[in-house]
Each structure stands twice: as structure tokens, then as C-alpha cells.
């Protein structure tokens, strides 16, 4: 086997003589081989489609409430019934859920409806369902810690039929499992070797060198955001609390406003850079009643849909990017 | 963290009433949500597309040789010249590589043409095409293995847009890279593991176990074709030699041929099933110039784009069936 070459470390100029060049994240040990040339071939964004269903059919808009299952949580009007209207926010249990509550394989998986609101388009969401929405995010999580038959609680939201949503009126989901999700435990295990061998937390790292390269989009006094160092699609930004924790629900309620406000400022920013175009966002936080990690940081992965995986990324997990992050970087800059 | 909830043993029949289901391949270790409720939502393949290009303006078809960068191998018609017509299979380096043979980040994007004329449907390739674009993997192979800056050769083909194909002429692909492919480090990983912990070849287990189980499509007297246990997509198929054996490209050629023939059923088979479906094939093999390894098996894995990969899928690596493997082999046993 051949040992891997050193990849550029994080933090280094881009080197437009150097493409293509291959680049091995340093959290998860993915690579990405940045090639602009082949952007020779247009990127061509996935479009989040225009809704197609009318306000009036829609299971997530008020009027509607009998549509879904009973709610689990909600931020309601004072006086107002349980799956009625009169609420900024419900979560409800997934009329179609992979996981199930009751079944052999026990799960959970629910969606929040961000805002009463039929908006589709998540770069028009009001701050207020950004902010209730990643609030609701860590209620869920707390409520699925006292259930001990699960492990692990995975928060994302899928925006636009290519990345896989079926409804376009804006909401997220959770999906709570007994066991660890694979990429998350990956993230687990090599970061944990890598206090071990440094004694440092290898998330701080990143944002200590980030915070002034290239990759840098926007911050606030406690969270950054950033391109990718090896992105798995173009564009990709990760946001990160400044401050180390490993659980998000541990996250104070002003603390959860500020991360509202730079995902919705990179949310627009690639709105304006890229069009409407579909994405996933996903969290990733320490198993469901973790001690405090001193390894493990939280963060948001946000993931347009600006290309289309095939054989070299299914199969051997290997993301071409035509976008150079720091590129990327700087478009965004310009929007947020 | 939740220690592992004990999944089914790959064999086991399936249990209808124990739906969803969590299962963990034995070989990489990915979790599968098998939950055919979801099923309610329309299982959608994504279609192979027709051809948008007329055979005059295909960069494959005979007579376009100079579309495509010079070749590097060809099957041709006694006296014939190289870059013209009279061949059977060419190929080239990719015209838009990811990887470029002078880089500073060295490596190889090459184009197999597995066929002169202008098929687009990978179900009704001649039987010859696939034996010969196979021999082409193992002579291209071959020949990266004596670059010895090159440590690994992925080979994999791509069938319509959905799949990340940009040209509709039958095609295949390798990328060569310095290093290991992510995905394949972990099967080297987990599989040397398995046979330091029972002094067997997982694949070679699996080959044992699922040859007489209801995951079994089809088989020859050297080569068989199951569903995968925990698949990432509905109908995904693993063609496996039934002899252990870590290097393809040392794979005789009678061999090749009979995995040839098996490949060709399977396509033809989820054709026959889900239309002309988007798909990705990967050929899983040791790392360039290695021994031959005790716990490595080299296989195939057919991906048809049956979903559309979401969060819970990228942000987690849990994918969600609809359709239980054991349904699937059903239905292609049918057809093969």
C-alpha cells in the first residue's frame, strides 16, 4: 500500500499552479481532489423546484394540522389547542418514518415545521424559524437523551427534490437510532486520536487557522463559518461554535440566535452565488448523554447540491470539487 | 456511546413483522435502515436518459477519434492505425480529467469506449463489449501498477445524468491516485481485521452464506451475484468470485468473461425491473502492487439510483430502503 502523500495543511494559500491537487480533510480523513479544469464542464447546481403543490393541499401549512401526526412540541399562541392552528412551530412525528418509536428496531423521526408560512424557498425563511428551529432541534435532542434505547440523535434539514425532500414547504427532521451513525462516529474516533496524540481538540484547530485564511466567510463574537478544507460538494460550509463543546444541547438560548443568524446569512449567500439550488444541512453532535468531550466539537455541515456523486465518490469515497473552497470563500464573502 | 444494537446475521430470512430494520454490513461496517413502510412514497428510479446527442456529434462514435485525447489502448482490426477507425474498444484519457499524469498531484483519468457503436442503453451492450471492457480494467491496471508514484486504480463506469454521466455512448472510467480511496481503506481495514479475529476471509464467508440464502440472483461455476445485505440503494448487487482472490487485474481470462456474462444478466436484470435506470458500478480491488492478501477479495458493486441520497445519508452514512434485499433478488432472479 502507498503511503499517503502529504496533503497541503489547512491554512495554505491556494495555489493555482498546484491544481489539481488532492486534499484529506483533517477531521474525517475524506479526500477531495480540487480540479478546476474541469470546470471546463459547467457546474450546473441542482435547482430546489419551485413548489408544486398549492398552499391549500399541504400537510405543513395551518388549517392542515390533521394531515400530520399529533405534535410532539410546539411554540404556540397562549390558549391555543394541540394540532390546531395558532403555532410558529410544531414537530411531528414523519407520516412516513424510516425509524419507528414501537417497532423491534427502535427509532424516532420527526420533522419540524419551520413556520407557518408556505415558504419554499430557505433563503426567504424569516430569522425568527431559523432561530426556532434549531431551538427545537436541541428540545428533540433532550427529549430523545431520556429514552436509553437510543444512541444518537442526527438533526438535518433537506432543501429541494435532488437533495431529497419530498415537500417543499420549509422543515428539517431528526432521526434518532440506538447505534452511532457511521460518519459521525468516523469523526468521533479520529478525533479522539487526535487529542490523544496532540492533546488538542482538533476542531479548535481548524478554527484557530481558519478564522484568518482563506476559507473565512463570516463570524460573530462565537460562531465562524467556513468553506471546506476538502469538500465533498462546491460550496460546502461548515459552522462552528468558537467556543469547544461537544453537545449542542447544551447550547444557551442566545448562543442558538447566533447560529441562526450566520446559517441564514450563508443560506442566502449561496442562494445569491448559486440560485435556489437544493441542499442538506446536517449536525453533528456527541451521542445522546455524552459526558463533555474534550475531542469532540459540535458544528453544521451545509451541502449544495452543485454536482452530481458518481463511480469515484460512491464507490471510493473520493469528491472531485471544480470550485477551489477558497474561491468559493470569496463569493460567498460577497453576499453575506 | 450506545454499544451496537446485534443485527441480523447476514442469512437470515427475512421477518416481515420486524420492519423497519437496522443492518450493518459485515464487510464496511455502513448501517441500512430496511423499512419497506416508506414504500408508501413512490419508489421513483431515476431514469437513464435518452441520448441529447446525435451519433455525428458523439466524441465515442468511429470517425470522431481525434474528439478524444490519443489512445493508450485499443482492441483493433489487424492494420488499422491508432486514432482512427476499425477498432472494437478504445482508451483514452479523459478529455475533462479529474487527475493528470504531470501534475504535482499525480494521477490517471481514462475513458474506456466499450463499444464502436452508438449503444446507450447498458442492457443492450453485446456481451463482447463487457468482456472487453473488463480486459481493458485489467490491462489499464496492469499498467498503472508499474507507475510506482500511482498506489491505487478505481474503475468504475457511470450510466445516465443521474449517475453523474455526462456522455451517453457506452463508457467506463478509471481514476488512478497516489492513494487508497477512503472507501476502500476501510474494507482493507475492517476485512484484515476480521481475518486477524477468525483467521477467515469475510468475503469469502459471505460468498459461503449468501450462495444458498435469499439474497442470491444468479451464478456461474466461478462467479456469483447477490443483493447486497445492507444495501446504501434498493436492488444494489455484488458480483463476487467465488475463489478468494485480492487482485482483479490477476483474474485469467475465461474468468473475466464468465464475470462479463454475470455483470451483463444483472444489468439486464434491474433493466427488466426498473426500467432504464441511472447506475454506477465500482470494481473494489487490492491496492496496486500488493501481495496477494489472505483477508482482501476483490468484487463489484452495482449501484442503481433507486433514491435520492438526503441528509440522513450524507450528514450520517445511514441509507434507507424501501425495498428489502431479499424482495429484490426476488424480482431480478426473474429476469435473469
Redesign the interface.
Given at each position: 500500500?502507498?503511503p499517503?502523500?502529504a496533503p497541503p495543511a489547512p491554512g495554505d494559500a491556494p495555489r493555482a499552479s498546484?491544481?489539481?491537487?488532492?486534499r484529506r480533510d483533517p477531521v474525517t480523513?475524506?479526500?477531495a481532489?480540487v480540479?478546476p479544469?474541469?470546470a471546463?464542464?459547467p457546474l450546473v447546481p441542482h435547482p430546489a423546484p419551485a413548489d408544486p403543490e398549492p398552499p391549500a393541499d399541504c400537510p405543513f401549512c395551518p388549517g392542515n394540522e390533521h394531515d400530520t401526526p399529533g405534535e410532539l412540541f410546539a411554540d404556540r399562541d397562549p390558549g391555543t389547542r394541540a394540532n390546531g392552528p395558532g403555532w410558529r412551530l410544531r414537530v411531528v412525528p414523519n407520516r412516513?418514518?424510516?425509524?419507528?418509536p414501537d417497532?423491534?428496531?427502535v427509532?424516532r423521526h420527526e420533522v419540524v415545521i419551520a413556520c407557518p408560512e408556505h415558504v419554499t424557498r430557505a433563503a426567504e425563511l424569516p430569522r425568527g424559524a431559523y432561530r426556532g428551529l434549531f431551538r427545537a432541534y436541541r428540545e428533540r435532542i433532550r427529549a430523545h437523551a431520556a429514552d436509553p434505547r437510543?444512541?444518537?440523535t442526527?438533526a438535518?434539514?433537506?432543501v429541494g427534490?435532488?437533495?431529497?425532500?419530498?415537500l417543499a414547504h420549509a422543515h428539517a427532521?431528526l432521526?434518532a437510532?440506538?447505534?452511532?451513525?457511521?460518519?459521525?462516529a468516523?469523526e468521533?474516533t479520529r478525533s479522539e486520536e487526535h487529542h490523544a496524540r496532540t492533546g488538542r481538540c482538533v476542531f479548535c484547530e481548524l478554527i484557530a487557522t481558519e478564522a484568518s485564511g482563506p476559507r473565512r466567510i463570516c463570524e460573530t463574537a462565537g460562531v465562524l463559518a467556513v468553506t471546506a478544507f476538502a469538500p465533498?460538494f462546491a460550496y460546502e460550509v461548515w459552522v462552528l461554535p468558537k467556543a469547544h463543546a461537544a453537545r449542542f444541547e447544551t447550547t444557551a438560548d442566545a448562543d442558538v440566535g447566533e447560529l441562526a443568524g450566520v446559517v441564514r446569512r450563508v443560506v442566502q449567500a449561496q442562494d445569491a452565488v448559486l440560485g435556489p439550488v437544493a441542499f442538506?444541512?446536517?449536525?453533528?453532535t456527541a451521542?445522546?448523554r455524552?459526558a463533555e468531550l474534550p475531542h469532540y466539537h459540535w458544528h453544521l455541515?451545509i451541502?449544495p447540491r452543485t454536482?452530481?456523486?458518481?463511480?469515484?465518490?460512491?464507490?471510493?469515497?473520493?469528491f472531485?470539487t471544480t470550485v477551489a473552497p477558497e474561491e468559493a470563500a470569496g463569493q460567498l464573502r460577497g453576499h453575506v
Open positions: 500500500m502507498t499517503d502523500p498546484a491544481f489539481p491537487e488532492y480523513g475524506r479526500w481532489v480540479a479544469a474541469r471546463l464542464r412516513y418514518p424510516a425509524v419507528e417497532a423491534p428496531a427509532g437510543l444512541g444518537y442526527l438535518f434539514k433537506n427534490a435532488a437533495a431529497g425532500a419530498s427532521q432521526v437510532t440506538p447505534f452511532v451513525p457511521p460518519v459521525v468516523e468521533l465533498r442538506n444541512w446536517v449536525l453533528h451521542p445522546l455524552s455541515e451541502l454536482a452530481t456523486p458518481a463511480g469515484l465518490e460512491w464507490g471510493g469515497g473520493c472531485v
